[in-house]
């Protein structure tokens, strides 16, 4: 599962990376979108704290995955950025390093845990898909 915090921050930085602006039309909103569904994650992780919590978490870390995959799709059909967009979307990406560490510092802390992981584990996966 420390496999799947990897490739989650290397997959999103990827997305990010690969595509600047406002909306999910521009290199720039897309990325701003996905770090917002960065954050969003992470707020349903930091949730976490029981098995109850955890069971109530999937259908939301699911609809989060689901979101990521398309803003996947978007960053793709944007194409390549400008060099001068890709420095900025760089940038960018630094900025959200310490969001994304937040994030591998919840889903390990429920890694550890047995019974969450048990619950969450299929979730977890999708997430991990989605940013493949």
């Known amino acids: ?3 799947l915090v990897t490739l989650t921050i290397v997959g999103l930085l990827t997305v990010m990376m690969t595509g600047c602006g406002g909306g999910t039309d521009t290199h720039e909103g897309v990325m701003d979108a996905m770090g917002d569904v960065v954050g969003e994650m992470t707020g349903v992780l930091e949730g976490v704290k029981d098995e109850a919590s955890a069971k109530a978490a999937i259908p939301k870390l699911e609809s989060l995955a689901a979101k990521a995959k398309d803003l996947e799709a978007k960053m793709k059909a944007l194409g390549d950025p400008t060099p001068e967009q890709a420095q900025a979307l760089m940038g960018k990406a630094m900025g959200m390093m310490g969001d994304a560490m ?12 047995p019974a969450l992981m048990k619950v969450l584990g299929d979730a ?9």
Do not use: P, S
Request: proline share 0%; glycine share 0%.
């Open 102 to 113: 937040k994030m591998q510092a919840e889903v390990e802390r429920i890694q550890k845990d």
């Open 1 to 3: 599962m420390k496999q």
């Open 124 to 132: 977890l996966d999708k997430a991990q898909n989605a940013t493949n």
